[in-house]
């Protein structure tokens, strides 16, 4: 079974939130999306100050059999990528939610946080 | 538009190994188990056991066969002598490929056929409308037979200790027929799909359980892992073996695929000759290379090739090559642009250089 930490909040696309109390916020992709990727072998990330809106592609996650496009659960502003992942991009088969967070960002819109899913709601669409 | 897929014999023990089962050519197979790279190393360092019996097999017997086989086969067929097999493809009038096979010779007037999952019953069909007036006749033994293959370096000392067959006497291509892990009436090849040494066994339908876990449990000491589809997609590609659909298909001649060993000129006729010839004197228009890219990002199946800014072929498999830790692949370019230094390819809007190999990865 996926793991799924009670303390994120979560898309249906898969990618985790980690919310923190100055506004800021960290994204990743959850062990279901890992798991479902098989071997990471690429994550492309954007660059800092780039603005996505909800819903917009800020990135792209290949593995041995796709390469999957990653969607900005938030509108937001880039603060921060993994730099980690060039080298490692299997990080994010065995540290989804820890060494493979992919981008720290400012939340343009607290109000979209309502939208995401708390892990109950997550777990149950696996 | 839904279609029921087929399972083969091993598709319990598949799930009862944790392997992810995904539709493939009309089957329900394993992608992997642990993971594509690490089944791959296995068999690039002690050995992983696939389940091959999606692939089908076809008996051809009676007093023409031999020369039945090479009035339809691009390879040498009459040449074969008994208990040695020989990869060939099958050809079109047009020289496009039908099918590329192994023929395993049982005997003067029989032999067995090793067809791709998703061609065999066009194979099958294929052949019988081409019988004429030969005496042969053309037994579909699909549903008889499964299929495993044991590869990599310990594959040989795995296999022997579930079988008595002097397997150290089967030479590349060559076969033996008897009892493996119990179960009798197998034939052990020493051939395989992944540019490491092992074999691949036929063995009766009911037998392949029984036979799968013996050679699990004989192999476990050796480091033998069971490995699926995705690895032996990327073992295949890194040995530059072709898959049809791929490398060769119906638009896809041998001769433009590099296989032109494969066909025979000096048989006075087999179906697709002339075309073959025209392509082989002339240069095809096209024909496929194999490449590899100094990036991260892997370029698949239909990813356009530039020359400048003039497209000039396509990717037609891709992955990764986890012996390189890079992107390899294959395209089919246009004449002129074979030995090119100077193709990209186009991933998601990057152009990168595309590097040509003159030999496969492995080997």
């Known amino acids: ?126 | 538009m839904s279609e029921t897929l087929a399972r083969t014999p091993l598709y319990a023990l598949h799930v009862e190994l944790g392997g992810r089962i995904v539709p493939f050519a009309g089957w329900e197979m394993p992608v992997q188990y642990t993971g594509i790279i690490d089944e791959h190393m296995a068999v690039r360092k002690t050995a992983g056991l696939f389940d091959v019996s999606h692939m089908g097999e076809a008996r051809v017997r009676g007093r023409d066969a031999a020369a039945f086989l090479d009035g339809i086969m691009t390879n040498d067929m009459a040449t074969i002598r008994v208990g040695m097999a020989r990869y060939t493809v099958m050809c079109q009038p047009d020289g496009g490929c039908v099918d590329d096979l192994i023929v395993y010779r049982l005997a003067d007037t029989e032999f067995l056929i090793c067809l791709n999952a998703s061609n065999a019953q066009k194979d099958i069909a294929w052949m019988r409308s081409l019988v004429g007036n030969l005496q042969v006749e053309i037994i579909d033994e699909c549903s008889a037979w499964a299929q495993l293959a044991i590869q990599g370096p310990a594959a040989e000392q795995i296999l022997s200790e579930v079988t008595t067959l002097p397997l150290a006497t089967i030479k590349r291509f060559g076969f033996l027929t008897g009892e493996v892990a119990g179960a009798a009436g197998c034939i052990v090849s020493r051939t395989g799909y992944t540019g490491s040494p092992g074999f691949e066994i036929y063995l009766p339908a009911a037998s392949a359980e029984k036979v799968a876990r013996a050679l699990l449990a004989a192999g476990k000491p050796h480091g033998l892992v069971p490995a699926g589809l995705g690895a032996r997609d990327s073992l295949r590609l890194e040995a530059h073996y072709p898959l049809y659909g791929h490398e060769i298909s119906e638009r896809i001649s041998p001769i433009q695929a590099g296989l032109g060993w494969t066909v025979k000129f000096t048989k006075p006729a087999f179906v697709g000759r002339e075309a073959l010839h025209r392509q082989a004197e002339g240069g095809p228009s096209s024909s496929v290379i194999l490449f590899s890219l100094e990036d991260r990002r892997i370029a698949r199946q239909g990813a356009a090739v530039f020359a400048g800014q003039t497209q000039v072929g396509e990717v037609l498999s891709g992955t990764l090559s986890p012996v390189l830790n890079k992107p390899i692949g294959t395209a089919l370019v246009a004449a002129g642009f074979a030995d090119s230094r100077e193709l990209t390819v186009d991933i998601r809007g990057l152009r990168l250089p595309l590097h040509i190999a003159v030999a496969p990865f492995v080997k």
């Open chain 1, 1 to 126: 079974m996926s793991n799924v930490p009670a303390d994120l909040r979560y898309t249906k696309d898969h990618e985790w939130v980690k919310v923190a109390a100055d506004g800021t916020a960290t994204i990743g992709i959850t062990d279901h999306a890992q798991a479902a990727l098989g071997d990471v072998t690429f994550v492309d990330l954007p660059k800092i100050g780039q603005s996505f809106g909800h819903g917009d592609v800020f990135g792209t996650v290949e593995s041995v059999k796709a390469a999957s496009d990653l969607y900005s659960p938030i509108s937001c502003e880039v603060l921060a990528a993994n730099g980690d992942l060039n080298n490692s991009p299997d990080l994010v088969n065995r540290e989804p939610y820890g060494g493979a967070w992919m981008i720290k960002v400012k939340v343009k819109n607290a109000a979209e946080l309502a939208s995401l899913l708390d892990a109950a709601g997550y777990s149950a669409i696996l």
